[in-house]
């Protein structure tokens, strides 16, 4: 299934979050009208391939913030340009005060698939400081209003946000988790400029996550996410051009960050393999897929074995025999403080030797951290 996207800069939002800049995240320096949006969707029809389904996604903004004449004129200029066959399904992102009772039902006359709730954290603290225009009371009443109506929703998360925590990062993943998210994005806070986030950080008031600490929460996030259900669609924030990189003024930001992630990952699974053997070196029956994945980001997982003393030979067979979910699910228990919780997650060297190896720190810390 494809998604196309509708971007809504700003629109409905009642105040500027401190982190926020979509008029730099979205390419777009205002709300588009409605002809601008079925122009692009045009645009988007061309490149369809034949039968290919498909879903049409308003991104940007509070959607739901809207007025109810403004968010029923979108979703039925969207209906109106596409026949029913055409179209799978309508998704938007929204702020969770923004879902009530009345908001819900209005979507529950039209073919809503998914909504994209902007939670970032369940800490009040935490949001306060990030000036976001809701509560973690406000999340849960959402959640358990999409789920009455039987709409599908998703949860954004950050972490390096003004007051967060790896503790309070992990507790809102296990958050997600239990108030029935069906998907989830992760993205570690960049400071971007002329942002209310910025301005803390030239006062001495903010410190920037670095790319070795955003991974420690990712990783563990995403196994807590992925291991009880909740599909992770997206880590990090893409920047798309040059001058849109030149923007990040802090932070940990890395290109392929949701590699780096996942080879964190797929070390841990190699480890926890070992060490539940005592074992140096194990022999793996793997389908070539799962061999990249398990070599990692430019094989850094591979040269990181080594340097543990760990050796790991993959014998390629065309049908899946390593229960890579089962592995999921027995990291997903060590991360969530089960028995071998201390044996093996919190090795700092090899902590450092994996966020050091290759290209980890290309811009993530070296080029971005530093600038002010």
């Known amino acids: 299934m494809k998604i196309l996207p509708l971007f809504l800069p700003f629109a409905g939002c009642t105040r500027r979050c401190i982190f926020c800049d979509e008029h730099l995240l979205t390419g777009q320096q205002r709300i588009p009208e409605i002809p601008d949006l079925i122009r692009t969707l045009e645009e988007y029809r061309i490149h369809l391939k034949p039968l290919e389904s498909y879903q049409v996604a308003f991104y940007g903004g509070s959607f739901l913030s809207l007025s109810d004449v403004s968010a029923r004129m979108y979703i039925e200029s969207v209906l109106n340009a596409f026949s029913e066959n055409e179209l799978e399904g309508i998704r938007l992102s929204t702020t969770p005060e923004s879902i009530t009772k009345s908001s819900v039902n209005m979507l529950s006359q039209f073919p809503v698939s998914l909504v994209e709730i902007g939670v970032q954290s369940f800490d009040d603290h935490v949001l306060k400081l990030a ?22 929703f998703g949860i954004h998360l950050m972490t390096g946000l003004p007051g967060s925590t790896i503790k309070t990062e992990l507790f809102s993943a296990t958050e997600a988790v239990r108030i029935g998210a069906a998907l989830c994005r992760l993205n570690p ?75 964190r990952v797929a070390f841990e699974m190699l480890f926890l393999l070992c060490s539940e053997g005592k074992k140096r070196y194990i022999s793996l029956p793997v389908t070539q897929q799962q061999k990249s994945f398990f070599t990692g980001h430019r094989r850094m997982v591979e040269r990181l074995l080594e340097r543990s003393g760990i050796r790991v030979e993959y014998k390629i067979v065309n049908d899946a025999v390593l229960d890579t979910s089962q592995l999921l699910e027995d990291l997903c228990f060590c991360v969530s403080g089960g028995e071998v919780n201390e044996a093996f997650l919190d090795p700092p060297e090899r902590v450092q030797e994996l966020c050091a190896s290759d290209e980890a720190q290309h811009i993530g810390r070296d080029n971005v951290s530093c600038r002010t």
């Open 131 to 152: 000036r976001r225009p809701h509560s973690v009371h406000d999340v849960y009443k959402a959640a358990d209003l999409l789920k009455s109506a039987g709409i599908a």
């Open 189 to 263: 806070t960049l400071v971007l400029e002329e942002t209310g986030l910025h301005k803390l950080l030239r006062n001495g008031l903010y410190k920037a996550q670095t790319l070795d600490e955003a991974i420690e929460s990712l990783w563990r996030m995403y196994v807590l996410l992925e291991g009880n259900g909740v599909k992770v669609i997206r880590i990090g924030l893409c920047l798309n051009s040059k001058r849109d990189r030149e923007r990040v003024v802090s932070g940990p930001y890395h290109p392929a960050i949701g590699d780096l992630v996942l080879s």
